[in-house]
Every structure is written in C-alpha cells, then in structure tokens.
C-alpha cells in the first residue's frame, strides 16, 4: 500500500437544535449547510493511501494548490465551535480545490474535453473544483453548478493538499497553451479555478458589460481582485473597489481598478457619485461575504445615481440575510443575482485563453508561497491576516 501526505480536516457532526436535514443531506456524513452542522474542526498533516484511477479518471500529481477563504472558514470555528463555512461538506476530507498538476496515469476512458482525445502522461492541467453528474435536471439543463448530485473536491470528497489526486478526466483542462508564456503554468494554473469563479459571477451570471459601462465591486480578496482584472480587460470605463485594507487596496489597483473607495473613511455613496459623474455602475460584485453590511450602500448607491438596468451579483458565501427595499429596485430598473462555482459555459477555458493571451495575467494576485506541511498554520494565519491575497503550496516542497 502506497502512502502520500495530506492535509485533512477532521470535526464532529452535532448539528444545531434548529436544524433539520434537507433531501440531500446524510445522516452523520454529509450537509449543504456546514455552519449549522459541523463543530470543533481541527486540520492535520495525515498520510492516506496513494490514490487508484477509475476508467474514466486521470492521477495527477499535484504541484500547486491555492489556500481559499473557504478552506480558512472551515477550519475557523464560531464561539460555540461551529465552522464558519455555510455550504456542502463532508468530513473527514482532505482540503484544497485550487490546483495544478501533471497527469500521470490515465483510464482507458479518459477523454480530454478539449480535443476529443485521450490525455497524454506528462500533460499539465487544472481541474473543476464541481463535480457535476451530467445526468440530472440542472445539468442537462445546463446548470452543472447546480448539479442535483454534487460532489465538490475538498469540501465533500478528498481535495488537493495532497501529492496525488484521482479526478474525472472530465473536469480537466490542459495548461499547454500556457508553456513559454509563463515562467511556471502550475503556479499560473492554480489561479484558474478562482478566477472562473470571478468570470461566472460577473461575466456568465452577471451578464458582462458593454465596453464603455462602470462596475463597482465590494471586498478585494481574489475573487474581487480577479473580477477587476476581467471587467477591466472587458472594457470597463471606471472600476472601483472598495475595500479598507490597504495592501489589498493596492493590490486591486495593480490588477485593474482606477479606484478605490474605503468605506470605513469614505462616504460610499457620494464618492460613487462623485467618481462615475453621478451615473453608478452597470454591475456591482458583492465579494465581501458581509452582505448584511455592505447591501444598503449598493442599493443607496443604485438608488441616488441616474443610471437604470443594473445588476448586483452575489458570490460571496454567507449565510447572513441582506436587507433588500424593493421599491428601489423596481424604480431603478435593477436585479439581484446569485452565483455560484466556475463550471460550464467555457468558463474554463475562456479563463485559461485569456491568460495566454496575455490580456489577464493573474500571478501578482500570488503573495506568499508555501510547503504542504505548513497549511495548517496559515490557515490560522488567514484567519486574521488580511494581507495576503492568495497563498500558494507549492506541493514538491
């Protein structure tokens, strides 16, 4: 039996007195509401046994792995020691989603969705964190983030931080369009799973813009930072980012955003308006995560501007409500949109042509790079640390 280091994350099932299991939660197993169910995580370095491949599944040998907020707020416990994390989990589970590898085994279904033929041992790649069916209602449907039988890669079923990964060839897209562009495509292809999540909320769900439109997006961590680099490459004529830190204010202006508004100095509102010549934004983003805070200066701002037709789009997870008055947004012309995961409608490899392309260089988004054995600490470190944008395992180390 051949053994691989992880890491994995460990909590016990004690689900809230108000709590109910849904139609496709399991009993002691599986929820797609973690924070009401999971307590007292607790993330370890663990050997596990080396994957084996199904026919239609590739072994990657992984070389990069992001750290997302998610995998911070599953390891993040609340007062009485629930995980911060709103959405479908399964533990125990070995973390990270954000990844990049070489593929080095392959089923004899293996089909690269690319090309229409097999993958080739050596191929670098990155991988769809939503494991969709293909089979159900949303699917055929075209909804595959939505999938009726979702599994998600290091939330529900063994992820990244790991030496090798067993995937549904599926899922994969090939990063040799990026050889000679880029010093490292791993290190470059780990950010194309956040950065599609970015190009679904804004440009899939959102509906994009008309080049010339302004768009406005709340909280520049990297699914912020990433939206602004893609609006801006779309054509955006003003891009604000607000947000209060100050080296991720930086870092968004580095990525694309002419401004950025700190809302804890600022007035939002009249600087929205002072900024666009009083018309607002075609799109909001909220990205925050703290919806219940930051919705009354979209909708105020929606609602003092003269534009009409706008769009907010929610990605961030949180499971607190937003206050929302409707008469502003009938008045307005505006709508509410919700987003979720990366998958479909060549999202993938949309995202992956635009960094060859040049156009979308998101590697500046990579502030700290680390070993595997060291996730445990800097999940704890992000926690509190508002200064690094996107940490990066470099899984060899």
């Known amino acids: 039996m051949v053994k691989m280091k992880t890491v994995s994350l460990f909590a016990k099932w004690d689900p809230k007195e108000e709590f109910k299991l849904g139609s496709k939660d399991i009993d002691g197993k599986l929820t797609y509401l973690g924070s ?31 750290i997302c907020g998610s995998d911070v707020h599953m390891a993040q416990k609340d007062e009485d020691g629930y995980i911060y994390y709103p959405g479908l989990t399964a533990f125990p589970c070995t973390l990270g989603h954000e990844f990049s590898g070489e593929i080095v085994e392959i089923g004899e279904q293996a089909i690269s969705k690319r090309t229409i033929k097999k993958f080739t041992a050596g191929e ?20 595959p983030n939505h999938c009726e039988r ?13 030496e090798y990964i067993a995937v549904p060839a599926k899922l994969c897209w090939s990063l040799k369009i990026l050889e000679g562009k880029y010093g490292d495509i791993y290190k470059l292809g780990s950010l194309t799973e956040p950065t599609s999540v970015a190009y679904n909320a804004v440009i899939e769900r959102g509906g994009g813009i008309r080049p010339g439109e302004n768009v406005i997006i709340l909280g520049a961590g990297p699914i912020g930072i990433a939206a602004a680099k893609i609006l801006k490459t ?25 401004y950025i508004i700190n809302p804890i100095e600022e007035n939002f509102v009249e600087r929205v308006k002072e900024l666009t010549d009083g018309e607002g934004a075609k799109l909001y983003l909220e990205a925050t995560g703290l919806p219940h805070i930051v919705t009354d200066d979209i909708q105020n701002a929606i609602w003092e501007c003269k534009g009409v037709n706008s769009t907010v789009v929610i990605v961030a997870r949180a499971e607190q409500r937003m206050p929302v008055c409707g008469e502003y947004f009938q008045v307005k012309r505006a709508r509410i949109i919700g987003s979720q995961g990366h998958s479909g409608h060549s999202t993938f490899p949309n995202v ?18 680390i070993s595997l054995n060291q996730v445990p600490e800097n999940l704890k470190l992000l926690q509190t640390d508002k200064e690094n944008c996107k940490i990066s395992v470099n899984i060899d180390n």
């Open 150 to 162: 979702l599994q998600e890669i290091g939330f529900s079923i063994d992820g990244a931080y790991a």
């Open 352 to 369: 992956i042509n635009l960094m060859a392309s040049g156009l979308c260089d998101m590697s500046p988004m990579i502030t700290k790079e």
């Open 124 to 143: 670098p790649v990155t991988v769809e964190e939503m494991v969709w069916c293909g089979e159900c209602k949303p699917c055929c449907d075209g909804y």
């Open 36 to 66: 009401q169910v999971w307590r007292n995580p607790e993330v370890k370095v663990i050997n596990k046994e080396k994957p084996k491949i199904k026919p239609n599944e590739v072994l990657i040998k992984v070389k990069r792995c992001g």
């Open 234 to 258: 779309s054509g955006a004529a003003v891009c604000i980012v607000s947000e209060p830190e100050e080296s991720r204010a930086k870092l968004a202006k580095r990525m694309g955003a002419d």
